[in-house]
């Protein structure tokens, strides 16, 4: 069995359909017939039955493509490996947690991009401590988020600033003009919260504990929009790293009286080689950061 065979079976195990599995190969109808024939009489066994016009697994075709799914995986493994021999990564796979992402996904996907178009760039909008989970199993190869130094031992952090997390509300909010804001105070607001993906939902649950209070959440949610639009309507607060609140939003970020503040930076899992187009990247991520930081202080 050939691994030509072994991919066009595995095409037409997805599209349960030859015609349409030739032409996501970009091969020949026949081509991929005659591959399936030919690996059923090496085989001796009998891998579809027609339903339709859907081609469904048999019993011994559904436990061929166990180990054809494994060995094509691998194989994959060991071509991306070859590929990175010469030290680059033409495809970048990072998480940008959109608290950070509101201010430099625009210059990522507009400046870099024009800089370098033969990098592939696969952004995930995910949360901090998700990132920092995939980035530890090797399922992303950096991120650029929120952090706690302490969160895991197989990781590298890169400091690029930190940030205070603030309390976040609208404008006719009876809070909405003071300067600070004391946790104490809010005991009783209700908030909207970013879910426990992102480090925001540790801190801000870490400095209630302190109080002996919990935070009345009215919601959680993993979506920065959907808490900026519960603020927006006016029915409860919430709390956000600084930066992620822009001025177009129309919200207003108060600072605590008691700071907590956020560690943001770039994440890679320890010991594995930084490939050159990754360093561009890096590089990159390091300069826009400094002229960001540069221009709040105008």
Known sequence: ????????????CQWQNITKAAEHLHVSQPTVSVAMQAMETETGLNLFHREGRKLLLTHDGSKLLGKISHILDQVEQLEAEISDLSHNRNHIRMALPLQIG??????????????????????????GISALHMVEDEKLDLAMTNYETGFSNNLVYRKLFSCECCFVTYPAH?????????????????LALLDSSFFVYRLVHSAYAALSCKPQVIHYSPYLHTIKNLVKSEICSTFLAAPAVLPDDGLVAIPLAEPLRLNSGLVTKKGRQVYDDE???????????????????R
């Open 174 to 190: 009876p809070l909405a003009k003071r300067q600070s804001v004391s946790v104490a105070e809010l005991a009783e607001e209700p």
């Open 1 to 12: 069995m050939t691994l030509t065979q072994m991919r066009y079976f595995y095409a037409v």
């Open 279 to 297: 360093k561009k990247l890096m590089q990159f991520l390091r300069r826009i950061t400094e002229e960001e930081l540069a221009g709040t202080q």
């Open 102 to 127: 509101t201010r430099f996904l625009p210059r990522i996907l507009g400046e870099f991009r024009a800089a370098h178009p033969e990098i592939v760039l696969e952004i995930i909008e995910t949360g």
